[in-house]
């Protein structure tokens, strides 16, 4: 009975030491308590969560949860995008990618990938790929954005303004100047939307190939 009791006294300072480093650690002085107690963040950053309330217990040794508020550091951010696999081939670490930001449109900008996915999505097949970006204080976490990577390899297309381009019956086409004051219809195979609104062109059109500008309009005249 003697030796149990030295055991439970024991484990009694034991639960005392350890309470007593964990109110100096929170900055308490335990001869003069106080009901309010200044907790100190490791870090600087922005608290992104908030798991105590009032009243509400808070600590690892007492119920409740554990980490009073969640705090990051966001002045550095990661963008996750979605890649189809055959276009991963085309990406490399360090390889630079222009974000578009659905919030702010007229905004543009820079960072370098970090990470690219080993894992395919099975139901999209696309790789999760990881860009680091410098915050300039506008990103938020949940934002949709648009990356647009710049490849290694330079290849040389047709453009041709956006208008120029005329969608029908799933297919695209442009008016190729015949002579005589009458145009040709040209199927091509479009390709993306660059800066200045032109539209590339990956195949039926030659560098330097006139086409009509406006190729509603002349589809509708033509139609009149």
């Given amino acids: 009975m003697l030796e149990q009791a030295e055991d439970a006294e024991n484990n009694a ?6 309470t007593q480093e964990q109110l100096r650690i929170l900055g308490v002085n335990r001869d003069h308590p106080s009901s309010v107690v200044n907790v100190y963040a490791p870090i600087s950053g922005v608290v992104i969560g908030q798991n105590v309330t009032n009243a509400a217990a808070a600590g690892v040794s007492l119920s409740g949860s554990a980490t009073a508020f969640t705090i990051a550091d966001l002045s550095s951010v990661w963008i996750l995008c979605d890649v189809y696999e055959n276009d991963i081939a085309k990406l490399q670490l360090g390889q630079q990618a222009s974000i578009h930001l659905d919030a702010f449109p007229d905004r543009t900008l820079t960072g370098h990938i970090s990470d690219i996915g080993p894992v395919l999505d099975p139901a999209l097949r696309t790789a999760k790929v990881r860009i680091v970006v410098q915050n300039p204080g506008i990103l938020k976490i949940g934002m949709f954005v648009t990356a647009t990577f710049t490849g290694k390899k330079k290849e040389e297309y047709t453009a041709v303004p956006s208008e ?16 005589d004051h009458s145009f040709q219809r040209t199927e091509v195979r479009a390709g993306q939307v660059v800066s200045d609104d032109r539209q590339v062109i990956l195949s039926g059109l030659q560098p330097g190939q006139q086409v009509i500008r406006q190729a509603l309009l002349l589809e509708t005249a033509g139609a009149q």
């Fill in 13 to 18: 300072k034991s639960d005392l030491n350890a």
């Fill in 164 to 179: 120029a381009v005329l969608h029908l019956h799933d297919r695209e086409w442009v008016f190729v100047p015949k002579g």
